[in-house]
């Protein structure tokens, strides 16, 4: 069975960092691109950051840039996600994906999906 388990979400206030984790079992993570999408209330899900399966190469939404960084240790089969200069519009759940072989910009073509996890920031 697939699993893509995310976790350190929380509350937080404006300016504040927070670092969120994806750990994923059942697969070979390796040869999975890995993104992170993200969904404000009322809005659709929309695409944040993305990074190959080595590592490599990473993307970011414009909106995120500069402030996001997205890694991975494919020896700890996770991906992570450090937010800095967290503003209240980034406030929505955070999920993480697992694409095959190399990810993209778009939330089309992913095979796996985690739960979520919910990010807050106040102002």
């Known amino acids: 069975q697939v699993q893509l388990v995310e976790s350190g979400g929380g509350l937080v206030q404006a300016g504040g960092s927070l670092r969120l984790s994806c750990a994923a079992s059942?697969?070979?993570?390796?040869?999975?691109?890995m993104g992170w999408f993200r969904q404000a209330p009322g809005k659709e899900r929309e695409f944040v950051a993305a990074i190959r399966s080595s590592g490599a190469i990473v993307y970011y939404a414009d909106s995120v840039k500069g402030r996001f960084t997205i890694s991975r240790d494919n020896a700890k089969n996770t991906v992570y996600l450090q937010m800095n200069s967290l503003k209240p519009e980034d406030t929505g759940v955070y999920y993480c994906?697992?694409?095959?072989?190399?990810?993209?910009?778009?939330?089309?073509?992913?095979?796996?999906w985690g739960q979520g996890t919910q990010v807050t920031v106040s102002s």
């Open positions: 059942g697969l070979t993570f390796s040869i999975y691109g």
């Open positions: 994906a697992a694409r095959m072989y190399q990810p993209t910009m778009t939330e089309h073509g992913y095979d796996y």
